[in-house]
């Protein structure tokens, strides 16, 4: 009609409808790289096949449903019987069962397991976050679960199950089952050794009462817990079912939700123990040893997180700039946006071949690799500590890219933005992972050595790399009052291992761009300021999500 106000134009389509996998290069490339050519071919089907949901319309709708709805508690029924129990909107059951039927906690037990779940748990972040939590320590449980060869064989196939199970009764009668975990408390925070809760034995063998409270319990709606409480000989490892073999619930109070910044689809509770039946897991004394597996692979989630999130940030600010027109010219193809939307795809790459990475050395470490082993006892808390810690200015830098729009909550960029600096806090914020690296490299040679040889594989492929390297082994040999270094020497060692790995995998511009800027010292603080002589065009059409219509 002439004179209308409300025509559309000079706005981006909905980045929806296509496959987030396959569109990922960085993604398939570390997929195709890291599997067996025998699974090769299975998993792409397979991954595509998830990344085609992750990316439709439906999916991307739960997501948005779930965030918008969080989970409400219910401690009592109608007639004052208590009950603790948490409703979630039908989205958020949605969004569970598509990832458990997805073998997102199914890795322990396939070839190539860790590679393939890694890759489809970081599409699945990028749905919708929040759902990850239980995905993620169920998943994890697996390891420590298998200090007890009796609990193992009773509890991994249902969580390694790809049937979803919403109904809270007795495991036993369940197909598939799912895992939350308490150990930290509002005296301790991470320092568990502080725990209080007490565990007192009962006459069958194994089994206790506990006593106390846990100030963050994940995912409370679970089947099972992984608890710490201390025993008469120490701080001990339990499995705290939600109903008991007999039917009947277990005591498992929950006194209130958090009330949090972002992850808000999925729920995290304080609960409360008053004579809460308890199966020990491994050896009294021994509950740190016990869940140090658990601690390892949650650590490896939070990696690939935020590598996730890092990655859907940027392919939404890649996609607006692709379509958005500023002074005469797509936003694209504007020189100094060209090179914002570059140095985010970098990091964001980055992040990824080093958390694919990882996921590897998990398979090959199964495998009986113990110099992968050792890699992983070193890079798992050093990624930890970096790639979580990149995620959050990712986010918000992709977020101005969509300018006013970018803050507007339709555009998913606040939920991306809210969700951002979570993976730096669980498991073990970030100075918790540095002092953990200290503890290594003072400790364990082997894990410094595979270091060493891993970043050492592309020696002289980079000048600026071969000379970070070379820094990096002059503060290596004087680690004398490091702890009060300990940020800046972990940051390090995390930039020297994506370097190193884009030098080897990555395409040219992507590797040079990195070593430029976070390397070589020729990139500022802020994202955008890479040297422009480099081929950032190259870069940002690598991390484009869809070619445009």
Not at 25 to 48: F, G, I, M, N, Q
Not at 397 to 426: D, F, K, T
Request: glycine share 10%; net charge neutral.
């Amino acid at each position: 009609m002439a004179g209308s106000t409300h025509t559309v134009t000079n706005q981006a389509p909905p980045l929806v409808g296509y496959d987030v996998f396959t569109a990922d290069r960085a993604l398939t490339a570390a997929v195709e790289r890291h599997l067996a050519p025998e699974l090769l071919d299975e998993a792409l089907e397979e991954l595509s096949g998830l990344g085609r949901g992750c990316g439709s319309v439906q999916t991307q709708e739960w997501g948005a449903q779930a965030d918008r709805n969080p989970p409400v508690l219910r401690t009592h029924d109608r007639y004052g019987h208590r009950i603790d129990e948490v409703g979630f909107h039908p989205a958020w059951h949605r969004l569970l069962g598509k990832g458990v039927s997805a073998g997102l906690t199914a890795a322990w037990s396939r070839p190539g397991g860790h590679v393939r779940r890694a890759a489809g748990f970081l599409m699945w972040t990028q749905v919708e976050a929040g759902n990850c939590c239980p995905l993620s320590m169920t998943h994890a449980a697996v390891p420590a679960l298998r200090a007890d060869p009796d609990l193992a064989a009773e509890w991994e196939p249902r969580l390694t199950s790809r049937v979803y199970d919403r109904e809270l009764r007795p495991a036993h009668l369940k197909a598939g089952a799912l895992f939350g975990m308490g150990m930290t408390e509002k005296q301790g925070g991470s320092d568990v050794r502080a725990n209080t809760t007490s565990a007192r034995p009962l006459a069958e063998d194994g089994t206790y009462e506990l006593t106390g409270h846990k100030w963050f319990c994940s995912a409370p709606m679970s089947d099972a817990f992984l608890v710490l409480a201390r025993a008469p000989g120490g701080l001990t490892c339990f499995l705290v079912p939600r109903v008991l073999a007999d039917g009947t619930r277990n005591v498992f109070l929950l006194q209130r939700l958090k009330d949090k910044l972002g992850n808000r689809s999925n729920a995290s509770a304080e609960v409360e123990f008053a004579g809460t039946w308890a199966r020990r897991v491994g050896e009294e004394g021994r509950g740190v040893r016990t869940v140090i597996g658990m601690v390892a692979a949650t650590r490896l989630d939070c990696v690939l997180g935020s590598a996730g999130l890092m990655r859907q940030a940027v392919a939404q600010a890649v996609h607006h700039c692709t379509y958005r027109e500023t002074f005469g010219a797509k936003l694209v193809d504007q020189p100094l946006m060209r090179n914002v939307l570059a140095d985010l795809a970098v990091e964001s790459e980055a992040a990824t071949t080093l958390a694919l990475r990882l996921a590897a050395a998990q398979d090959a470490a199964d495998g009986g690799d113990e110099r992968e082993r050792a890699l992983l006892r070193i890079a798992v808390p050093v990624a930890k500590y970096w790639v979580t810690k990149r995620c959050a200015p990712v986010a918000v830098e992709a977020a101005e890219c969509l300018g006013g729009n970018g803050y507007v909550e339709e555009s998913g960029m606040p939920r991306l933005v809210r969700e951002s600096p979570l993976n730096s806090i669980w498991e073990g914020a970030g100075n918790v992972q540095a002092l953990d690296v200290l503890r290594a490299l003072g400790r364990e040679p082997r894990a410094m050595d595979a270091y060493l040889t891993e970043v050492g594989l592309t020696r002289g492929a980079d000048h600026r790399l071969d000379a970070a390297i070379r820094g990096l082994l002059t503060e290596l040999a004087d680690l004398g009052a490091a702890e009060g270094r300990a940020r800046r020497l972990v940051e390090r060692l995390a930039l020297v291992l994506q370097g190193s790995l884009l030098v080897r995998y990555a395409p040219p511009e992507v590797a040079d761009a990195f070593c430029a800027a976070r390397l070589g010292g020729d990139g500022g603080a802020a994202f955008g300021t890479l040297p422009p002589t480099l081929d950032l065009a190259s870069v940002v059409e690598r991390a484009r999500p869809v070619a445009p219509a």
